[in-house]
């Protein structure tokens, strides 16, 4: 280290000594008195080690002079008013008569002025070497504000070199940013490219803003490659730092979760948490997300064999001192469910495993949804509170509030169950988390239309003005951990999903993404499938919510009656493997008030006795 900075205590000496004669140059009108030079000569040295022993002690040789900032020269500035008290104290300690006291004032100003000369000198020095050979040009897209933070980001980078900005405000237009001009409007950002030679622009601007759809646009259109700088969570889980490409969760996405990692790290670190349907999408998240807060055991249940092999190559790679127990196993056998539970006593299960796809439960499935969706969810509770768990919790979705499809009512039946248990089983907290479609998870729309757009279309969508509520897998994660921390017995959590989409949007945000347009890409419609919404709810007309001390969760307040658990249980043993369908959605209904079948499922449960 001391030999890495020696060029630079060399010429920091060197720049003191210097403004040591110049002030006393300046201070007797360029020409100084005999007397005078021989006071100079005899107590320079001792200005030098004052000024040496300063600097060093403020942690000026600490820094990277090509990177030098705000930061290291406030610092700098610390060692420089130290080190001319420490040159005064030693004039007067020595005291030396006649000494000119002006000098103690003119010194230290003119060593700032060469020292942070030098310093800005070498990283002028350093970025003119960086920003020229293969950097590619790239003009950045955002307010001044997030401009600046991209310039920074960017900052003696050999591989980007930023010709312009183009900012969404247009009175910015014509100012500049770190030397950087701002060449025009956000939905000029093709002619600005083209002008400025730039094949690439970064975009600065939060995301989910709109500044990034229009820059989308613009970038689609004139072929450009669309990057962003890594999210918050992305820093520490990246080797490369740099700009990445844009993605659709940096279009629809929205502030960072916040979580309570004090209480989180209480719940999870050192204890044993269980967790069902390990292998899926939601799953294999909380199962990262939980490994992170120092689980002692992590609990993963998954009647995939290849999702829980895929799972558990990725943790012991990504967390290899956790120690994982991985199960084949499914929630519809309680017996092998109960013995693994009870063999590893859990504080905490999770219970992700469900069927979700909501056409393929509705036609010739109908059965699985309530064995693996309700009976599914009673085996996994009772044996989370048999086993002496603290905390169950279970994922439910959106589709649960005035289902009409058999999914969203077997998962609404599940949450009842849920609730049953809770006022049977006072020992343990049963919660349930309610949240919408979560971008790229298996089964979802944006994988199919991401197949769909490699194979060169045409992107499907049921209807022009179907709607949905996304979210990121691990935003959507974090938020069931925070509910599972914050829940009480029986409550039922719902997400704050932000503004619902259209599908048809998302369908034209992942065809701009690709690099193609609409004419390239075209977009049909198929007509909506059978138990399919125009849109989803959180809420049923008969519930309310109420604020919970964290802004993205609030409680559900249901009302009604809670099923017979039993009932239930000996209903879907006695309806067989095969049940007829309408008898199937009668007695869902029955079970379920707001369950409401609609198009051609409608028919199967009316008639005597509907």
Not at 485 to 512: H, T, Y
Request: proline share 5%; charged share 20%.
């Amino acid at each position: 280290m001391i030999s890495r900075q020696r060029p630079h205590v060399l010429v920091d000496v060197c720049l003191v000594f210097l403004a040591w004669w110049i002030a006393f140059w300046l201070r007797f009108n360029l020409e100084i008195p005999s007397e005078f030079v021989a006071i100079a000569r005899t107590h320079w040295a001792w200005s030098v080690a004052a000024y040496g022993v300063a600097l060093a002690g403020a942690g000026v040789y600490r820094h990277v002079w090509s990177y030098i900032g705000l930061a290291e020269l406030r610092e700098l500035g610390v060692g420089i008013a130290f080190g001319a008290l420490f040159t005064a104290a030693a004039v007067l300690m020595l005291r030396v008569e006649s000494f000119p006291r002006s000098v103690l004032l003119l010194q230290p100003l003119l060593v700032l002025v060469f020292l942070g000369v030098a310093r800005a000198g070498w990283r002028s020095l350093i970025e003119g070497r960086t920003g020229h050979g293969d950097a590619r040009r790239l003009v950045i897209v955002g307010s001044l504000q997030d401009a600046d933070k991209a310039l920074r980001a960017l900052r003696g980078s050999a591989r980007w070199q930023p010709v312009g900005i183009v900012s969404p405000d247009a009175s910015e237009v014509g100012r500049s940013l770190h030397n950087i001009a701002v060449l025009g409007h956000t939905a000029a950002l093709a002619q600005v490219c083209a002008s400025a030679q730039a094949n690439a622009a970064l975009v600065a601007s939060p995301a989910g803003s709109a500044e990034r759809r229009e820059a989308l646009l613009g970038a689609s259109t004139a072929k450009l490659t669309l990057l962003t700088l890594p999210r918050q969570d992305e820093w520490l889980q990246s080797e490369s730092t740099g700009p990445r490409k844009i993605e659709l969760e940096d279009l629809l996405g929205r502030n960072p979760v916040a979580l309570d990692v004090n209480g989180l790290s209480g719940l999870f670190s050192g204890q044993v948490v269980a967790i069902t349907g390990a292998g899926g999408s939601i799953g294999a998240e909380l199962c990262r997300q939980i490994a992170r807060f120092g689980v002692g055991r992590l609990v993963c249940i998954d009647s995939s064999e290849y999702g829980i092999y895929q799972l558990e190559q990725e943790l012991r790679q990504s967390h290899p001192q956790m120690e994982g127990v991985y199960y084949t196993a499914n929630v519809r056998e309680f017996e092998r469910l109960q013995a693994v539970l009870c063999q590893h006593r859990p504080a905490v299960v999770f219970h992700a495993a469900a069927y979700k796809h909501v056409p393929l439960m509705e036609q010739h499935n109908e059965v699985e949804a309530l064995r693996t969706n309700v009976l599914g969810t009673l085996h996994a509770a009772r044996a989370a509170s048999a086993c002496g768990a603290r905390r169950f919790v279970m994922i439910s979705t959106d589709k649960a509030v005035n289902p009409t499809n058999v999914m969203g009512a077997s998962k609404r039946l599940a949450e009842l169950v849920v609730q049953s248990v809770a006022a049977q089983e006072p020992g343990t907290q049963f919660v349930s988390v309610r949240f919408g479609n979560v971008l790229g998870s298996s089964g979802s729309v944006v994988p199919l239309f991401t197949r769909q757009i490699e194979r060169g279309g045409p992107v499907t969508v049921t209807h022009p003005d179907i709607v949905r509520y996304f979210m990121t897998i691990p935003e959507a994660a974090q938020l069931v951990l925070q509910a599972g921390l914050m829940g009480r017995s029986g409550q039922i959590f719902v997400l704050d999903m932000g503004e619902p989409v259209k599908i048809v949007e998302l369908a034209r945000m992942l065809i701009r993404l690709s690099g193609k347009t609409e004419d390239e890409i075209p977009i049909t419609f198929s007509g909506l499938r059978p138990g399919e919404k125009l849109y989803e709810e959180l809420l049923a007309d008969d519930e309310t919510t109420e604020p919970t001390p964290h802004g993205k969760l609030r409680i559900a307040k249901t009302a009604g009656p809670l099923p017979d658990v039993a009932a239930v249980v000996q209903w879907i043993a006695q309806a067989g493997p095969h049940p007829g369908p309408g008898e199937l959605r009668r007695w869902l209904r029955a079970q379920v008030p707001e369950y409401a079948p609609r198009g051609g499922a409608a028919a199967l449960w009316q008639g005597p006795g509907s």
